[in-house]
């Protein structure tokens, strides 16, 4: 009877392995959130553009959110500040590109579809991006509006400590 037991709580317990463990394929939460590379921690800040004295200027970096990440790639700590803006005055849609990025933000209401923002994207070293511009509608044309950081902070390479060498007696 006990064997029965044994086998049933070993049966149970690898049926709801993926309930309990990381999920899908071993990917992990830095790969869910499409990083590439030994990411520790992704801190996103905004900028906008404005008018000052007849120039365009950036304005100073805000905070929105932060995310850090153990060596294994799962994520441990949260910052989000909670931003207030206008009201959606339609349903917000966007278009990705070949990277899976939003590529454009565009409004889709009763009356069609009219693009709102169109996205470039500068990246890092691996290939994760690192500033997002953000271009409105302008006319016939798209003007840059503002700008999205997000500071990425890898970990360094692990050091392997060195062995000790064994030393090989000569034979006598």
């Known amino acids: 009877m006990n064997v029965v037991r044994i086998l049933l709580l070993l049966l149970f317990a690898l049926g709801c392995q993926p309930a309990f463990g990381q999920g899908s394929a071993g990917k992990t939460a830095r790969r869910w959130a499409g990083l590439r590379g030994p990411v520790r921690k992704v801190k996103v800040e905004s900028t906008y553009l404005k008018r000052e004295d007849g120039r365009v200027i950036e304005s100073e970096r805000v905070f929105h959110e932060e995310w850090v990440y153990d060596r294994a790639g799962d994520l441990v700590i949260q910052k989000t500040q ?45 290939g994760n991006w690192v500033k ?8 016939d044309t798209f003007r840059q509006q503002s700008m999205l950081y997000r500071t990425i902070t890898y970990f360094e390479p692990r050091k392997h400590p060195s062995h000790p060498r064994r030393r090989s007696r000569a034979p006598a």
């Open 82 to 126: 909670i931003m207030f803006g206008d009201p959606a005055p339609c349903r917000y849609q966007y278009r990705y590109d070949d990277k899976g990025r939003e590529a454009e933000r565009y409004c889709s209401d009763d009356k069609g579809e009219k693009v709102m923002e169109r996205y470039i994207y500068v990246e890092d070293r691996y």
């Open 132 to 139: 997002r511009v953000a271009s409105a509608p302008d006319g």
